[in-house]
């Protein structure tokens, strides 16, 4: 079963082979930014949006937010071409993005685990 992996800087390390990158700025990435506020983290849907809300720096909540934002955008019925053309090119594949991984038992607050459901689920 593919899993989500967290990409690293660390010296050595390489992703594995087939392992695709669904961060900034591939075609992949959550519009959803977690931007640094003054007091904490806040969410940004774009580039250039507005600012949905703020959060404590932990940031467990301004991903969780962030990562419900993208599962609601990528199921709206505008985006089927979209999880249409996803599902073709990431089917199969582990994804890899900057995110921390969950501790053992804990949710996973990133949108490449929302693309790995969605990839890798039954065809109906």
């Known amino acids: 079963m593919p899993e989500r992996l967290r990409r690293r800087r660390t010296t050595g390390w390489r992703a594995p082979d087939g392992a695709v990158y669904v961060g900034r700025p ?17 969410v940004q849907w774009g580039t250039t949006g507005s ?21 609601t955008w990528i199921n709206q019925p505008e985006q089927d071409s979209t999880r249409a053309l996803f599902r073709a090119l990431l089917h199969g594949r582990d994804l890899l993005c900057w995110c921390p991984l969950p501790k053992p038992g804990q949710p996973d607050h990133c949108h490449a685990a929302v693309l790995l459901e969605l990839a890798n689920q039954p065809t109906a």
Do not use: K, M
Request: charged share 25%.
């Open 51 to 71: 600012i949905v809300g703020t959060w404590p720096a932990d940031g467990i909540e301004a991903r969780r937010y962030a990562t419900d934002l993208y599962r």
């Open 26 to 42: 591939t075609r992949f990435a959550n519009p959803a930014r977690l931007i640094r506020a003054d007091h904490g983290l806040a």
